[in-house]
């Protein structure tokens, strides 16, 4: 591991003026799960690690607001997200999805800023809050902007965040009556890491789904929203017939990528079956 500063600002402005868009080796941490490893593995050698550990009280705070969405400041650990009641009755699939999530000591400490910041597409947070059609919201030189979760990912380990720009919140919508759930498949225990995620977010009407978001985690080089299988759900009863119908424009539209979990033909099998049972899984959930 090479020589490097570390910065320990006291406010979020300041660790964004530590930052230089020019500069890659030069990079925030937060919980340091993800960079420590690739410090250790010499994929990355930083000249200046800002530590945001002093700022983690006032954007580690997460609570509904006034218009009926539910603010996570990007300092919260995981773990914070898991056991948090109000975050737990306002959207249920993220408790469910921590279950899944690595493991207890890496909870405790990676935040859900690092989360989507770190742009790795196995991750299985990135894939829920696309849909649920949560956002983030940024800090830069500039000002703050909103950047859907849908949009922050453009490929393996990249963002449109800028080198000088640090997520500071994250912002999910009113949920009403919505439905959701969270499947992941991993090759070895559950808690690994997914070979295939799908995350789905509905509304019901009786037996008919409306407005469905479907997205797809761990098999392309970021979230896949697969508006497909939406065509073919939304506004249907969801009958057998029309879950397969699903499953089937999945598998013939989601362009599959292998990696060390699976073969593209392998991951597209996980992408027909896990996509009905994400669509059976909604359905048969109580309002
Ligand atoms: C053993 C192990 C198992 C794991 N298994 C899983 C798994 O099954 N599923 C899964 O989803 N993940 C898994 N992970 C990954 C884990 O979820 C990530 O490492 C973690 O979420 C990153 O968060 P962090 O706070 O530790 O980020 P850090 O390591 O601090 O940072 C990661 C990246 O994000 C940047 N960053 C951090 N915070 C911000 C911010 N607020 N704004 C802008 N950029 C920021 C950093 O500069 C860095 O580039 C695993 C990790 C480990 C070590």
């Given at each position: 591991m ?13 660790a964004?003026?530590?930052?230089d868009p ?15 490893l ?21 954007w ?20 914070q997200?898991?056991?948090n009641?109000?975050?737990a ?19 405790n ?27 983030v ?5 500039e ?11 453009l490929g ?15 912002i ?5 009556d ?11 225990a559950v ?12 509304d ?7 407005d ?21 759900v ?6 057998e ?21 699976g073969?593209?033909a392998?991951?597209?099998q ?5 996509v ?5 899984a ?6």
């Amino acid at each position: 591991m090479n020589a490097f500063e570390l910065e320990m600002p006291d406010s979020l402005k300041a660790a964004v003026a530590l930052l230089d868009p020019e500069d890659p080796t030069i990079r925030v941490m937060s919980g340091g799960t993800a960079l420590m490893l690739m410090m250790k593995t010499d994929v990355f050698h930083p000249t200046r690690l800002i530590s945001l550990r002093r700022i983690e009280e006032t954007w580690s705070q997460m609570g509904p607001m006034p218009d009926g969405s539910f603010r996570i400041g990007a300092m919260c650990t995981l773990s914070q997200m898991e056991h948090n009641d109000a975050l737990a009755a306002f959207a249920p699939v993220i408790r469910q999805t921590m279950y899944l999530l690595s493991n207890v000591r890496v909870r405790n400490v990676a935040t859900v800023g690092g989360a989507l910041a770190h742009g790795d597409p196995h991750m299985d947070l990135p894939p829920v809050l696309v849909a649920l059609d949560a956002e983030v919201v940024t800090e830069s030189p500039e000002g703050s902007r909103r950047i859907p979760v849908a949009e922050l990912h453009l490929g393996y380990y990249e963002t449109v965040l800028r080198g000088d720009e640090l997520i500071r919140e994250v912002i999910i919508p009113p949920q009403q009556d919505r439905r959701a759930s969270y499947l992941k498949c991993t090759t070895r225990a559950v808690k690994d890491w997914p070979a295939l995620g799908v995350a789905l977010s509905a509304d019901l009407d009786g037996d008919s789904m409306r407005d469905a978001r479907l997205v797809i985690g761990s098999v392309g080089e970021r979230p896949l929203r697969v508006s497909e299988v939406e065509a073919v759900v939304n506004g249907q009863q969801m009958t057998e017939r029309v879950i397969r119908d699903a499953g089937e424009a999945a598998a013939a539209s989601v362009e599959t990528i292998p990696d060390e979990l699976g073969s593209a033909a392998y991951k597209t099998q996980l992408v027909r079956v896990h996509v009905e049972r994400a669509l059976r899984a909604v359905v048969n959930q109580n309002a």
